[in-house]
């Protein structure tokens, strides 16, 4: 019965995967997310409901259009995947995969849930455009607002605490933005490391954001590494041809720090017991 349970939650985050794809790929483009028939990006065919399943649909069309036979982007089966996961994830953390069907337990998945596709969908997104847009940062801090407010230990102080956490870390940031006049640190990381420390506290969101620093340059390394074993192969995360100055969108970073830093209770330097002990 679990692994049903836990199947159908998957099944979930996959079909909200689906909608993150559709978001991503729309968003300032003058179309509607909300409105009209999906269709195939190469003839423009409107998509009926079977060719629309999560996942499935994909599978048994062997990633290929049923009208035209061109390839389908494997970037919709990835985000189907991930966010599968990432609710699988969020329901861990809520004790709802338990079947806890508490009031306290249902809020704080669907809220959870819905927290991880606007971090993955800032991820994509920034990925693809080397930008975050506001609106998406506008989301991540209404909905980890309403996810700390469900617990009772929010109050007045705790949110104060919060902000300061959030400014105190992201004022760094600031400062290298204003130096190097964009070059170095774009705002837009500023700002969605203002808004994630505001989420995971100050402890968790050091350790996040240093995670991603250390996940970002260990890929770096990697990608480096493997373009002189075989130049001839193009790889994701840069606009140009790589080298040591490629630029590199640092919010996927952000968002996988977010995610390990949060899911595992994450603090680096111990700054939650040492304040505890004051």
């Known amino acids: ?45 409107v998509l009926k409901k079977r060719d629309l399943i999560p996942l499935f649909s994909f599978l048994f ?7 035209c036979n061109n390839k389908i982007p494997k970037e919709t089966l990835i985000i189907e995947i991930l966010m599968g996961i990432l609710s699988i994830m969020a329901a861990l953390k809520s004790e709802f995969l338990f079947q806890d069907f508490s009031l306290m337990s249902v809020a704080s998945y669907l809220l959870l849930t819905a927290i991880f596709a606007v971090i993955l969908l800032i991820a994509m997104y920034d990925l693809r455009h080397f930008i975050i847009p506001d609106s998406f940062l506008v989301s991540f801090f209404v909905l980890s607002f ?8 929010f109050n007045f102080s705790f949110a104060v605490s919060s902000l300061l956490s959030a ?27 203002l808004i ?19 996940i970002g340059a260990a890929f770096s390394l990697a990608a480096l590494s493997f373009k002189r074993i075989a130049p001839h192969i193009n790889l994701p995360l840069f606009k140009n041809s790589l080298t040591m100055k490629s630029e ?14 949060f899911y595992f209770n994450a603090d680096l330097f111990q ?7 004051l």
């Open 248 to 261: 590199i969108p640092f919010g996927p970073f952000l968002s996988i720090g977010i995610i390990i830093s």
């Open 1 to 45: 019965m679990e692994y049903i349970y836990g199947a159908i939650i998957f099944l979930f985050g996959a079909a909200l995967g689906s909608f993150i794809a559709v978001i991503g790929a729309r968003y300032n483009t003058g179309l509607s997310f909300l409105k009209g028939r999906s269709a195939c990006f190469s003839c423009n065919a």
């Open 61 to 67: 069309l062997k990633g290929r259009c049923r009208y």
């Open 167 to 193: 400014i105190i870390l992201a004022l760094p940031f600031l400062l290298i933005f204003l130096v190097s006049k964009g070059t170095w640190f774009g705002f837009g990381d500023v700002k969605y490391i």
């Open 271 to 277: 700054i939650h017991s040492f304040f505890s002990t």
């Open 196 to 214: 994630l420390s505001f989420f995971l506290g100050f402890g968790q969101g050091l350790s996040a954001i240093i995670l991603s620093f250390w």
């Open 146 to 153: 309403l996810y700390l407010s469900i617990f009772p230990s």
